[in-house]
């Protein structure tokens, strides 16, 4: 089994957590507000993904180059798509990949970068393939703020950038889960796809991304 997990604080339900479950990792994800069908077409028409195992969840896959899961909770209403880091050598998610995925899709994306070890945290929303918001902060280097949505003084973002982020994902109903990785997954290697502390009946559905 993948040793990777699925990390939350006990008491509120997985499908009625949002916001950030987290500062203290480093974690990339994108956000669609679209089926998983449409998020993993797109994507792996962006990326040139050519393996595609669809409801791929709790079940055995092999392992191939540059592995990207898609996937959606139950009771949530955004796709998320996670690159594995352990396999990425070539192709990593961008604010680019969102942007084009939310052009493509005609819908809402998030791009969200946090890192404990950088002190950075960083989000993107598109719509239509428009940026409408974006915040970058830096710990004592830098914090950037613009908005079409609503006006902010970026002296009020920078009091608590996290808590700014938080309250901005709980606005758009998202949320960030937790995913740590632990070890490396070996190409050819068979594996069932399956997250520590996820439990099947809580995922929607997952596919399973990757090049030949």
């Not at 428009?130 to 613009?146: M, N, P, Y």
Request: proline share 2%; hydrophobic share 40%; aromatic share 12%.
């Amino acid at each position: 089994m993948m040793s990777i997990y699925f990390v939350t604080e006990e008491g509120i339900p997985l499908e009625q957590r949002r916001g950030l479950e987290t500062i203290d990792r480093n974690l990339l994800f994108v956000l669609v507000r679209a089926s998983v069908e449409q998020v993993a077409q797109a994507f792996s028409t962006l990326k040139q993904m050519d393996v595609w195992i669809r409801n791929a969840y709790d079940c055995e896959v092999e392992i191939h180059n540059e592995s990207a899961l898609v996937f959606q909770l139950r009771g949530h209403p955004w796709s998320f798509i996670y690159k594995l880091y352990k396999s990425s050598i070539q192709i990593y998610v961008t604010e680019e990949d969102a942007r084009r995925i939310s052009e493509l899709l005609n819908t809402s994306v998030i791009y969200y970068a946090g890192s404990d070890t950088c002190g950075t945290i960083e989000y993107h929303l598109y719509n239509n393939g428009f940026l409408q918001e974006r915040l970058s902060f830096e710990e004592e280097v830098k914090c950037e703020f613009q908005s079409q949505l609503r006006q902010v003084e970026v002296g009020e973002v920078k009091k608590d950038a996290y808590t700014f982020t938080m309250n901005f994902m709980r606005d758009q109903d998202a949320y960030i889960p937790c995913i740590v990785e632990v070890e490396d997954l070996k190409v050819g290697q068979r594996t069932t796809l399956r997250f520590e502390g996820l439990l099947p009946n809580e995922v929607e559905r997952m596919d399973y991304l990757a090049q030949q």
